[in-house]
């Protein structure tokens, strides 16, 4: 974990209610996709944890839904705003257990997450497939980008305004051996339910660190208590207790 | 030079800075950050004889200033604290730990402090009385006079370590707590533990805490904290551990001035991982600035007859 200052360089609407922001700073911390960055911001007290996107040696992309009022000021804040955030948070995904035919499952703001891990596992060879699930076609962000990055990728709306019709997981298809998930715990447990492989799921919980010295995260497994932000928030599928 | 240390129940400490029960582990994960020998010790999680996975979750919310936490003790006993962390602490903390102790009846506490006794790591033991006792419909042993001393007797009778009484501030009278405690052998009060409060989420129509309600800290509650450890120190002649919202050098010295010897700081070490750190390093400068030379010197210096 790094506690250092980034400076915004890019902040602008995606989807509906949906923002991607660059941060620009010290991004030495953060090791693997699915870490989580948690952020200061002025006039509350209490950090916000948000997933790791995409990074480089100079910058961090987040993407963020806005919910209460602390993700409704990031909307407003303009390049050149500086930040304190502390980087490198929890376990991430884990690639090596990930097989060529990787399903990678996002839904909403579930998706970030997923283009990191897309990106390292090409790098690793490996051939993945994206599955994305949002709510209606205003929801939907990042298909081209991944596409872009030559992953196959399947588009899902609950409403089926926009691409398959349905939940993402009735839409894992066949032919792969091996998932990563991120998204809200309903889907997480239907995608465990339907799927046919072992897999990595990514959990959400509030917090009140985000690096392992309160236990106010803490979730039980198959091997005993374990915090979601520093031995999460990725557990694999064998050991969540639903 | 600033004179930075205090003696606190006969032990002395480099300074009188300490990371509260709960906010800093066993010590691991802020060892990871900075050396915490630049501590003048730390309060470790909140210990019971047995282990205790704690409430479900959401345990956290959030409010002005501040944050509620309902973790509800979760910690591995007191046997693996002793067999595990303890001897892991010992490779990377140097001097005494306080021991923070929890317990849901009298023969609890007794049990735990007594194992705990038997540790040379441990310099303090932090008795935490908010706890439900489960023999009296689970009504805190905090909230009640006659309950706090019996706890008090039972664990002074198990221990030669320094006991101090960790007061909740859920009551009417916090002095006549101290009093009770005082007069039933303590070597010092700690105060304030959090206050009960609550939240609720909006769009579920619902409390945010599983457990519905929760400890309120943070620096919302440093002026009640501060307010409480000004009318005890006028109760009682034992040593007062001060804490509640304490996040700058600025506070540690406000908190001494009404009474402290000396100064835990809990939910700042959540939100500000290098607070310790940072407000010991600022202690000499903040000192000179007001004049002060020696610290301890300064213990209750806000109380004029
Ligand atoms: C590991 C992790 C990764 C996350 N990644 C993303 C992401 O990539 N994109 C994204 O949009 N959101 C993500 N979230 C959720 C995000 O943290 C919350 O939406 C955000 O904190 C809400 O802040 P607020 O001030 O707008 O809401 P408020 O409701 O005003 O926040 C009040 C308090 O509750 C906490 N809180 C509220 N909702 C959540 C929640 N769902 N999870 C955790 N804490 C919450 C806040 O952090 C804050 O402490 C992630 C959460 C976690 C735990
Ligand atoms: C997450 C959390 C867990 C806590 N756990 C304990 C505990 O186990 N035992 C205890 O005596 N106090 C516990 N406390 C209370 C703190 O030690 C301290 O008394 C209180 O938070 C006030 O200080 P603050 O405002 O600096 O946080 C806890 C506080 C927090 C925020
Ligand atoms: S949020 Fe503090 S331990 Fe996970």
Redesign the interface.
Known sequence: ?K?SLFTVAENRPLAKDVWQMTLRGDTSAITAPGQFINI?LAG????RPISVCDWNDESVTIIYKVLGKGTDEMTRMTEGTVLDI?TGLGNGFDTAKCGDKTLLIGGGVGVPPMYGTAKRLLSEGKHPIAVLGFNSKCDVFYEEEFRALGVETRVVTVDGSYGQKGFVSEALGEGYDYFCACGPVAMLKAVSDASTSDGLLSFE?????G??????????TKYG?KRIC?DGPVLTKEEVVW | MVNLKVNLAGIEIDNPVIPAS????YGQ??A??YDINCLGTFSF?GTTRDPR??NP???????????L?A?GL?NPGVDKVISEELPALKKIFHKPVMANVSGFSIDDYAYTCEKLDKEEQVGWLEVNISCPNVHNGGMSFGVDPVAAAEVTRAVKSVTKKPVFMKLSPNVTDIAAIAVSCEEAGADGISLINTLLGMRIDLKRRAP?LANKMGGMS??AVFPVALRMVYQVYEAVKIPIIGMGGVSSAEDVIEMMLAGATAVEIG?G???E??LCRDVIAALPAVCEKYGIDNLESIIGGAHHG
């Open positions: 974990m506690q200061k509350h007290f209490l950090r502390l919980e509030r917090m009140g660190c690096f392992g010295a309160c236990v106010g995260c803490t979730c039980k208590n520093k | 709960g906010t800093f582990g994960e802020f990871q950050l999680k996975y704690g979750t959401p345990r956290i919310a959030e409010c002005p200033s501040g944050m936490n973790v979760q945010i943070g620096p939910a070490n959540l939100t991982p290098y």
